[in-house]
Protein backbone atom coordinates (compact mmCIF):
# COMPACT_ATOMS: atom_id res chain seq x y z
CA UNK A 1 0.00 0.00 0.00
CA UNK A 2 1.24 3.65 -0.95
CA UNK A 3 0.96 5.50 1.62
CA UNK A 4 -0.37 9.04 0.99
CA UNK A 5 -0.12 10.12 4.49
CA UNK A 6 1.98 8.84 7.18
CA UNK A 7 1.74 9.61 10.57
CA UNK A 8 4.96 9.12 13.01
CA UNK A 9 4.54 9.48 16.36
CA UNK A 10 3.02 12.37 16.64
CA UNK A 11 1.95 13.94 20.07
CA UNK A 12 0.24 17.22 20.52
CA UNK A 13 0.25 19.07 23.48
CA UNK A 14 -1.85 22.37 23.96
CA UNK A 15 -0.63 25.22 26.52
CA UNK A 16 2.82 23.04 27.19
CA UNK A 17 5.08 24.00 30.29
CA UNK A 18 1.57 25.27 31.94
CA UNK A 19 -0.73 24.28 34.62
CA UNK A 20 -3.29 24.10 31.67
CA UNK A 21 -1.34 21.66 29.62
CA UNK A 22 -3.47 19.21 27.80
CA UNK A 23 -2.07 15.86 25.99
CA UNK A 24 -4.55 15.77 22.65
CA UNK A 25 -2.54 13.42 21.48
CA UNK A 26 -0.12 10.54 22.65
CA UNK A 27 2.48 9.03 20.40
CA UNK A 28 0.12 8.51 17.28
CA UNK A 29 1.59 6.62 14.76
CA UNK A 30 -0.49 5.28 11.80
CA UNK A 31 -0.45 5.53 7.69
CA UNK A 32 -2.70 5.90 5.22
CA UNK A 33 -3.19 4.96 1.53
CA UNK A 34 -3.19 6.71 -1.17
CA UNK A 35 -7.29 6.26 -2.75
CA UNK A 36 -8.64 5.32 0.62
CA UNK A 37 -10.77 6.21 2.57
CA UNK A 38 -9.57 6.40 5.97
CA UNK A 39 -12.27 7.42 8.64
CA UNK A 40 -10.78 8.61 12.35
CA UNK A 41 -13.44 7.52 14.64
CA UNK A 42 -14.12 8.27 18.21
CA UNK A 43 -16.20 10.06 20.97
CA UNK A 44 -15.78 13.76 21.61
CA UNK A 45 -12.57 15.13 22.40
CA UNK A 46 -10.47 12.02 21.58
CA UNK A 47 -8.20 13.79 19.48
CA UNK A 48 -9.75 12.98 16.15
CA UNK A 49 -10.21 16.55 15.31
CA UNK A 50 -7.01 17.34 16.46
CA UNK A 51 -5.05 15.26 14.06
CA UNK A 52 -7.09 16.53 11.00
CA UNK A 53 -6.09 19.67 12.10
CA UNK A 54 -2.61 18.65 12.68
CA UNK A 55 -2.47 16.80 8.93
CA UNK A 56 -4.20 20.78 7.44
CA UNK A 57 -1.82 22.59 9.35
CA UNK A 58 -4.07 24.57 11.11
CA UNK A 59 -2.03 23.16 14.55
CA UNK A 60 1.57 22.24 14.55
CA UNK A 61 3.02 18.85 16.60
CA UNK A 62 4.45 19.17 19.70
CA UNK A 63 6.60 15.97 18.59
CA UNK A 64 6.47 13.64 15.46
CA UNK A 65 6.36 14.29 12.33
CA UNK A 66 3.62 14.08 9.33
CA UNK A 67 4.77 13.24 5.79
CA UNK A 68 2.28 12.96 2.87
CA UNK A 69 3.45 11.01 -0.31
CA UNK A 70 6.54 10.55 1.64
CA UNK A 71 7.24 14.22 1.72
CA UNK A 72 7.79 16.50 4.92
CA UNK A 73 4.87 19.17 5.47
CA UNK A 74 5.41 20.16 8.85
CA UNK A 75 6.69 23.69 7.85
CA UNK A 76 4.63 24.38 5.37
CA UNK A 77 2.00 26.90 5.76
CA UNK A 78 -1.96 25.18 5.26
CA UNK A 79 -2.16 27.08 1.41
CA UNK A 80 0.94 25.79 0.55
CA UNK A 81 -0.07 21.85 1.39
CA UNK A 82 -2.05 19.90 -1.83
CA UNK A 83 -4.66 19.16 1.46
CA UNK A 84 -8.25 20.30 1.32
CA UNK A 85 -10.73 20.59 4.04
CA UNK A 86 -14.93 20.14 4.15
CA UNK A 87 -16.37 21.52 7.64
CA UNK A 88 -18.85 20.96 9.76
CA UNK A 89 -20.08 24.29 8.81
CA UNK A 90 -19.44 24.61 5.41
CA UNK A 91 -18.39 28.38 5.63
CA UNK A 92 -19.65 29.41 2.27
CA UNK A 93 -19.62 32.48 1.07
CA UNK A 94 -23.31 33.89 1.17
CA UNK A 95 -22.53 36.96 -1.40
CA UNK A 96 -21.03 34.49 -3.85
CA UNK A 97 -23.17 32.17 -6.23
CA UNK A 98 -22.64 28.27 -6.31
CA UNK A 99 -20.33 28.96 -9.30
CA UNK A 100 -18.16 31.94 -7.58
CA UNK A 101 -17.83 29.34 -4.49
CA UNK A 102 -16.20 26.87 -6.45
CA UNK A 103 -13.99 29.24 -8.36
CA UNK A 104 -13.28 30.99 -5.40
CA UNK A 105 -10.02 29.03 -4.87
CA UNK A 106 -8.85 28.29 -8.36
CA UNK A 107 -8.28 32.44 -8.46
CA UNK A 108 -6.78 32.42 -5.56
CA UNK A 109 -4.18 30.08 -7.19
CA UNK A 110 -4.52 32.28 -10.48
CA UNK A 111 -5.77 29.32 -12.72
CA UNK A 112 -6.87 30.82 -16.55
CA UNK A 113 -10.06 31.61 -16.55
CA UNK A 114 -11.26 29.23 -19.10
CA UNK A 115 -9.86 26.50 -16.84
CA UNK A 116 -11.53 27.90 -13.92
CA UNK A 117 -14.56 27.43 -15.92
CA UNK A 118 -14.09 23.90 -16.98
CA UNK A 119 -13.15 22.73 -13.55
CA UNK A 120 -16.76 24.20 -12.11
CA UNK A 121 -18.37 22.65 -14.46
CA UNK A 122 -16.87 19.59 -14.15
CA UNK A 123 -17.13 19.20 -10.64
CA UNK A 124 -20.38 20.86 -10.15
CA UNK A 125 -21.17 17.55 -12.35
CA UNK A 126 -19.83 15.63 -9.96
CA UNK A 127 -21.41 16.38 -7.00
CA UNK A 128 -24.81 16.69 -9.30
CA UNK A 129 -25.31 20.53 -8.60
CA UNK A 130 -24.73 21.33 -12.65
CA UNK A 131 -28.18 23.70 -12.82
CA UNK A 132 -27.73 25.43 -9.42
CA UNK A 133 -24.13 27.28 -10.69
CA UNK A 134 -26.55 30.62 -10.56
CA UNK A 135 -28.01 30.13 -6.81
CA UNK A 136 -26.70 31.48 -3.40
CA UNK A 137 -26.15 29.31 -0.98
CA UNK A 138 -28.97 30.47 0.71
CA UNK A 139 -31.47 29.36 -1.83
CA UNK A 140 -29.97 25.72 -1.33
CA UNK A 141 -30.81 22.86 1.45
CA UNK A 142 -28.47 21.89 3.75
CA UNK A 143 -27.55 19.04 1.39
CA UNK A 144 -27.13 20.95 -1.59
CA UNK A 145 -24.65 23.46 0.44
CA UNK A 146 -23.25 20.54 1.32
CA UNK A 147 -22.46 19.43 -2.23
CA UNK A 148 -21.19 23.15 -2.93
CA UNK A 149 -18.73 22.72 -0.25
CA UNK A 150 -17.35 19.48 -1.45
CA UNK A 151 -17.05 20.72 -4.87
CA UNK A 152 -15.17 23.94 -3.96
CA UNK A 153 -12.72 21.35 -1.94
CA UNK A 154 -12.45 19.27 -4.85
CA UNK A 155 -11.77 22.03 -7.48
CA UNK A 156 -8.27 22.46 -6.73
CA UNK A 157 -7.72 18.47 -7.02
CA UNK A 158 -5.70 17.92 -3.47
CA UNK A 159 -4.12 14.75 -3.11
CA UNK A 160 -5.93 14.42 0.17
CA UNK A 161 -9.38 15.63 1.34
CA UNK A 162 -9.78 15.90 5.17
CA UNK A 163 -13.85 15.85 5.89
CA UNK A 164 -14.36 16.96 9.93
CA UNK A 165 -18.07 15.53 10.69
CA UNK A 166 -19.44 17.40 7.11
CA UNK A 167 -22.42 14.89 7.99
CA UNK A 168 -23.30 15.88 11.36
CA UNK A 169 -26.04 18.83 10.47
CA UNK A 170 -28.32 17.11 8.17
CA UNK A 171 -31.39 14.62 9.18
CA UNK A 172 -31.65 11.31 8.76
CA UNK A 173 -32.66 10.67 5.53
CA UNK A 174 -29.69 12.98 4.20
CA UNK A 175 -27.06 11.49 5.92
CA UNK A 176 -27.81 7.92 4.71
CA UNK A 177 -28.14 9.26 1.27
CA UNK A 178 -24.64 11.74 1.59
CA UNK A 179 -23.29 8.71 2.87
CA UNK A 180 -23.61 6.71 -0.16
CA UNK A 181 -22.66 9.71 -2.83
CA UNK A 182 -19.79 10.46 -0.50
CA UNK A 183 -17.99 7.36 -1.18
CA UNK A 184 -18.83 6.89 -5.04
CA UNK A 185 -17.39 10.53 -4.69
CA UNK A 186 -13.99 9.26 -3.38
CA UNK A 187 -13.80 6.35 -5.73
CA UNK A 188 -14.74 8.44 -8.83
CA UNK A 189 -12.29 10.76 -8.04
CA UNK A 190 -9.38 8.49 -6.67
CA UNK A 191 -8.77 11.08 -3.98
CA UNK A 192 -7.70 10.07 -0.44
CA UNK A 193 -10.39 11.26 1.63
CA UNK A 194 -9.72 11.16 6.23
CA UNK A 195 -13.33 11.17 7.91
CA UNK A 196 -13.62 12.49 10.78
CA UNK A 197 -16.86 11.40 13.06
CA UNK A 198 -18.48 9.80 16.31
CA UNK A 199 -20.90 7.92 13.92
CA UNK A 200 -20.00 4.66 14.52
CA UNK A 201 -22.40 3.42 11.83
CA UNK A 202 -21.18 6.41 9.19
CA UNK A 203 -17.87 4.75 9.69
CA UNK A 204 -18.82 1.07 9.04
CA UNK A 205 -20.56 2.09 5.99
CA UNK A 206 -18.53 4.41 4.06
CA UNK A 207 -14.84 3.43 5.31
CA UNK A 208 -12.34 1.12 3.86
CA UNK A 209 -10.50 1.24 7.11
CA UNK A 210 -11.28 2.91 10.65
CA UNK A 211 -8.68 4.33 13.34
CA UNK A 212 -10.64 4.04 16.20
CA UNK A 213 -9.54 6.71 18.74
CA UNK A 214 -9.63 7.24 22.47
CA UNK A 215 -7.90 9.83 24.87
CA UNK A 216 -5.41 10.63 22.70
CA UNK A 217 -4.76 7.50 21.21
CA UNK A 218 -5.38 4.67 18.32
CA UNK A 219 -7.35 1.73 20.18
CA UNK A 220 -7.41 -0.08 16.52
CA UNK A 221 -7.30 0.12 13.12
CA UNK A 222 -8.53 -2.13 10.85
CA UNK A 223 -11.41 -2.77 8.40
CA UNK A 224 -14.77 -2.09 9.43
CA UNK A 225 -15.28 -6.15 9.28
CA UNK A 226 -12.48 -6.36 11.31
CA UNK A 227 -13.21 -3.46 13.99
CA UNK A 228 -16.86 -5.03 14.62
CA UNK A 229 -16.77 -8.32 14.57
CA UNK A 230 -13.20 -8.26 16.47
CA UNK A 231 -12.52 -5.27 18.60
CA UNK A 232 -9.43 -5.46 20.69
CA UNK A 233 -10.33 -4.39 23.51
CA UNK A 234 -13.76 -3.31 25.56
CA UNK A 235 -13.69 0.10 24.91
CA UNK A 236 -13.60 -0.62 20.82
CA UNK A 237 -16.30 -3.31 21.34
CA UNK A 238 -18.47 -0.80 22.89
CA UNK A 239 -18.30 1.97 20.97
CA UNK A 240 -18.33 0.03 17.69
CA UNK A 241 -22.18 -0.99 17.91
CA UNK A 242 -24.70 -3.27 20.40
CA UNK A 243 -22.52 -5.13 22.80
CA UNK A 244 -23.25 -8.08 25.65
CA UNK A 245 -20.11 -7.85 28.08
CA UNK A 246 -19.61 -11.16 30.15
CA UNK A 247 -17.28 -11.01 32.50
CA UNK A 248 -15.25 -14.99 33.25
CA UNK A 249 -12.63 -16.43 34.24
CA UNK A 250 -10.82 -19.25 31.76
CA UNK A 251 -10.90 -22.83 33.21
CA UNK A 252 -9.52 -24.83 30.23
CA UNK A 253 -8.87 -25.08 26.50
CA UNK A 254 -9.73 -26.43 23.50
CA UNK A 255 -7.95 -25.97 19.81
CA UNK A 256 -9.04 -21.84 19.61
CA UNK A 257 -12.20 -22.13 22.30
CA UNK A 258 -12.47 -21.64 25.65
CA UNK A 259 -14.27 -22.73 28.57
CA UNK A 260 -14.93 -19.93 30.93
CA UNK A 261 -17.21 -19.19 34.16
CA UNK A 262 -19.61 -16.86 34.19
CA UNK A 263 -21.28 -16.12 37.16
CA UNK A 264 -21.04 -18.34 39.81
CA UNK A 265 -21.74 -21.68 38.09
CA UNK A 266 -22.95 -20.78 34.32
CA UNK A 267 -20.35 -22.27 31.72
CA UNK A 268 -19.76 -20.66 28.66
CA UNK A 269 -17.20 -21.75 25.74
CA UNK A 270 -15.98 -19.24 23.46
CA UNK A 271 -13.95 -18.35 21.11
CA UNK A 272 -10.07 -17.53 22.09
CA UNK A 273 -8.43 -14.41 21.05
CA UNK A 274 -4.83 -15.51 22.40
CA UNK A 275 -2.57 -14.62 24.77
CA UNK A 276 -4.53 -16.26 27.77
CA UNK A 277 -3.95 -18.61 30.71
CA UNK A 278 -6.13 -21.19 32.17
CA UNK A 279 -7.44 -19.17 35.56
CA UNK A 280 -7.27 -15.64 33.61
CA UNK A 281 -9.93 -13.22 34.32
CA UNK A 282 -11.13 -11.95 30.90
CA UNK A 283 -14.03 -9.95 28.76
CA UNK A 284 -16.51 -11.70 26.81
CA UNK A 285 -18.34 -10.14 24.27
CA UNK A 286 -21.74 -11.15 22.16
CA UNK A 287 -23.07 -9.08 19.44
CA UNK A 288 -26.81 -9.09 20.09
CA UNK A 289 -27.45 -9.93 16.63
CA UNK A 290 -25.97 -13.16 17.00
CA UNK A 291 -28.57 -14.45 19.76
CA UNK A 292 -31.63 -16.25 18.53
CA UNK A 293 -34.60 -15.70 20.48
CA UNK A 294 -37.85 -19.13 20.50
CA UNK A 295 -40.23 -19.87 22.97
CA UNK A 296 -38.97 -22.54 25.91
CA UNK A 297 -41.96 -25.26 24.69
CA UNK A 298 -40.97 -24.94 21.21
CA UNK A 299 -36.89 -25.23 21.15
CA UNK A 300 -34.74 -26.95 24.07
CA UNK A 301 -31.40 -28.52 23.06
CA UNK A 302 -27.76 -28.65 24.21
CA UNK A 303 -27.29 -25.48 22.48
CA UNK A 304 -29.77 -23.59 24.12
CA UNK A 305 -30.42 -21.71 27.54
CA UNK A 306 -33.17 -21.30 29.41
CA UNK A 307 -33.99 -17.51 29.77
CA UNK A 308 -37.10 -15.34 30.57
CA UNK A 309 -37.51 -11.69 28.80
CA UNK A 310 -37.01 -8.66 31.55
CA UNK A 311 -37.65 -5.94 29.43
CA UNK A 312 -38.45 -4.93 25.75
CA UNK A 313 -37.43 -1.92 23.45
CA UNK A 314 -39.37 -1.37 20.50
CA UNK A 315 -37.18 -0.08 17.43
CA UNK A 316 -39.64 -0.22 14.75
CA UNK A 317 -38.24 -2.63 12.89
CA UNK A 318 -37.00 -4.70 15.13
CA UNK A 319 -37.42 -4.67 19.29
CA UNK A 320 -34.55 -5.21 21.59
CA UNK A 321 -34.93 -7.47 24.05
CA UNK A 322 -33.18 -7.58 27.68
CA UNK A 323 -33.06 -11.39 28.44
CA UNK A 324 -32.35 -12.94 32.51
CA UNK A 325 -30.03 -15.64 32.16
CA UNK A 326 -29.96 -16.14 35.76
CA UNK A 327 -26.83 -16.35 37.61
CA UNK A 328 -26.67 -12.90 37.44
CA UNK A 329 -26.54 -12.97 33.48
CA UNK A 330 -28.86 -10.26 31.31
CA UNK A 331 -28.51 -10.48 27.27
CA UNK A 332 -29.57 -7.98 25.44
CA UNK A 333 -30.99 -9.79 21.98
CA UNK A 334 -32.70 -8.60 18.79
CA UNK A 335 -36.16 -10.02 17.22
CA UNK A 336 -38.45 -9.12 14.71
CA UNK A 337 -41.70 -8.14 15.01
CA UNK A 338 -44.32 -10.93 13.50
CA UNK A 339 -45.74 -9.70 10.01
CA UNK A 340 -48.85 -8.76 11.85
CA UNK A 341 -46.54 -6.19 13.69
CA UNK A 342 -46.96 -7.85 16.74
CA UNK A 343 -44.26 -8.47 19.04
CA UNK A 344 -43.18 -12.57 19.42
CA UNK A 345 -42.71 -12.10 22.95
CA UNK A 346 -43.76 -10.49 26.17
CA UNK A 347 -41.84 -9.22 29.05
CA UNK A 348 -41.79 -12.61 32.00
CA UNK A 349 -42.22 -15.02 29.14
CA UNK A 350 -39.61 -17.99 29.21
CA UNK A 351 -37.43 -18.37 26.45
CA UNK A 352 -34.95 -20.45 25.10
CA UNK A 353 -31.75 -18.27 24.21
CA UNK A 354 -28.83 -20.01 21.61
CA UNK A 355 -26.03 -18.63 19.75
CA UNK A 356 -22.82 -20.32 18.29
CA UNK A 357 -19.49 -20.80 20.51
CA UNK A 358 -17.82 -18.75 18.42
CA UNK A 359 -20.10 -15.85 18.45
CA UNK A 360 -19.06 -15.30 21.44
CA UNK A 361 -15.68 -14.15 22.01
CA UNK A 362 -13.02 -13.51 23.96
CA UNK A 363 -11.05 -10.06 24.09
CA UNK A 364 -7.44 -9.69 23.58
CA UNK A 365 -7.46 -6.59 26.15
Known amino acids: MTAAIDIRAVTKIYNPGSQQAVKALDNISLAIG?????????????????LLRLIAGFEQVSGGEIMLFDDEIENLEPNRRPVNTVFQHYA???HMTVAENVAFGLERLRKPKPEIEATVGRVLNLVKLQQLGDRRPNQLSGGQQQRVALARALAPNPKVLLLDEPLSALDLKL?????????????????TFVFVTHDQEEALAMSDRIAVMSDGEVQQIGAPTDI????????????????????????HFNDDLVTCRVGTESMFEA??????QVGDRVTLFLRPEKISLSAAHET????????KVANIVYLGNQAAYTVDMGDGIELTAQARPREDGILPFAIGEPLAVGFPARALRVLAQ
Not at 300 to 307: F, L
Open 34 to 50: DNEFFTLLGPSGCGKTT
Open 92 to 94: LFP
Open 175 to 191: RQTMREELKHLQKETGI
Open 228 to 251: YEHPINRFVADFIGDTNFLDGEIL
Open 271 to 276: ENSGGH
Open 300 to 307: STAETRPG
